[in-house]
């Protein structure tokens, strides 16, 4: 069957994630730890990350886990903290992130465009930091749909998303694909009845994801042809 509609995941898809997360982490570090070495050691720890050599470990919770997930990882080392406030620190941060494409955006977002395929993103970010980071690409007029974690559907793995994509669009599971860089994101859109596309600009190794999807490709670039040869 053709593939009428794609889903895309953002960190580690649209976004390189080294190069655009490794700034928010650091941000966010030196933020929770105001100036206290063992706390900025603590919360380091519990992001998963090592701010001497920018290594993201791969079960670091900033890869494909909600926002109010990584609050919950990081609420143990700070005393006096809440959750709420926690997530809008966060969010706040990622608003202002340099977002690093991980290929040229417009003229591929323009060639889906021009193929007729419905386009939806499906992010376990927040919307509201979403919406700026297609905004800052450019790309925001291509999307047919926009999801956060918070948008009403909930986030990956559950399938939430995909559903409320598959329901805007009209289109059958089997005509749309979810794209991304994590377990998270290709379970999701099984669990939806979607074929899946792993692409590697994330954390995740070709073994690991190759399992869980239908291709895996290095970039999102390869795309329109894999979209072509499937009907």
Known sequence: MAIRGLLFDKD???????ATWGGW??????????????????????LGFDPATGV??????????????????????????????LV??????????????????????ARFRAMGLKIGLATNDAEAPARAHLAQAGISD??????????GWGGKPEDGQMRAFLALTGLQP??????GDSLHDLDAGRAAGMRTVAV????????????HADVVLDTIDGLPGWVSAQG
């Open 25 to 46: 982490t650091r941000a966010v570090i030196d933020d929770l730890s105001g100036g206290d070495p063992a706390r900025a050691q603590a919360v380091a720890g519990a």
């Open 88 to 109: 809008e620190r966060l969010n706040g941060h990622a608003m202002v992130s340099r977002m690093v494409p991980a290929v040229e955006l417009t003229p591929l977002f």
């Open 56 to 85: 993201f470990q791969p079960d670091s919770p900033v890869i494909a886990h909600t926002v109010a997930e990584i609050a919950n990882d990081l609420l143990p080392h700070l005393p006096g903290e809440s959750l709420k406030p």
């Open 200 to 211: 590697l600009t994330g954390i995740a190794p070709r073994e690991r994801l190759a399992p």
């Open 142 to 151: 291509a999307f047919d749909f926009i999801a956060g974690f918070d948008s």
């Open 12 to 18: 580690g898809t649209l976004f390189d994630f080294r």
């Open 174 to 179: 089997a005509e749309a694909a979810m794209v």
